[in-house]
């Protein structure tokens, strides 16, 4: 794992990266969220985007060679991308990436043969610079688009710093979760997503529900992702604070363009586990 920032007071941030994969279905915008496993120390059980920590391996000699569409970042940024294509390829057996001969995404054929790798390169014992020369692959770090950036509270004992991104999922590379850090996956509609959170049937953490919504304003994945172009990212630090009736709330900046700028703590604090059946 990359060493964090420090915020003021010297608290690590952990430098974190996840994708929300779009799809146009029959009804709409879907995005691809999974369950993390109960046993996960964070957000456990939830429904969240295919994402993780950034590993040191990202930032490896070899690794900028190979990637399209990020070439000026800082290594900061360039790292946040490489961990986010990483992390979706894991999680969800997406991969973002290009043959280096024709130039096109990998497809489905492609994609199985390279299945095998998942599971190396989400246990370190394989870099992701080694695997892009092994398999003549590139990053396809042009089809990120940059949509959120979270750092959680410092009242929080576990602290990350977390880019999020949109991207276009492949038409035929099957999404599925990897049976370990996340046990179910699912395309859903947005809203379809925050109803079952209100009805007691899914488990979604704060940015997660905000982030759903935001997207969910979208009919579509071209939308979405035009919209996230022509918009700019405005850090969200949630501070405690209290609302006018003196209740604890986390809060949120108004410019961030969310649906809420405050959630009571006590919401944040217990977020209701799904109900049995």
Known sequence: MAEG??????DA??????ILLL??????????MVVRHHQIDFASGALVFPGGKVDKLDMAPGVRERADGMEGL???????????????????????ARNEQTG??????????LEPYRDPLNRGEVGIADFLAKEGLRLAGDMLTPFAHWITPNMMPKRFD?????????????????GSESVDSVWI?????????????????????????????????????????????VTVE??????????????IPAEAGYIVTEEPLSAVANVSKPKAG
Do not use: Q
């Open 189 to 233: 509609r947005p809203e379809l997503a925050l109803r079952e959170a209100d009805a007691g049937t899914r488990t979604i953490i704060f940015p997660t529900r905000m982030n759903v919504e935001k997207v969910g304003r979208s009919p579509n994945v071209s939308h979405a992702i035009e919209t996230a172009r022509n918009t700019n990212v």
């Open 104 to 113: 096109s995404v990998v497809d489905a054929g492609r994609l199985k043969a």
């Open 5 to 10: 920032h420090a915020k003021a007071g010297g």
């Open 23 to 32: 799809r146009d279905g029959t009804e709409g915008l879907e995005v691809f």
């Open 162 to 178: 977390t880019r999020f991104y949109l991207a276009c999922a492949p038409e035929d590379h099957l999404a599925v979760h990897d």
């Open 74 to 96: 800082d290594d900061w940024e360039f790292s946040m991308r490489v961990a986010a294509i990483r992390e979706a390829f894991e999680e969800s057996g997406v991969l973002l």
């Open 13 to 18: 941030l952990i430098p974190a990266a996840t």
């Open 238 to 251: 949630p501070v405690v604070t209290k609302n006018e009736k003196g209740e604890p709330v986390l809060k």
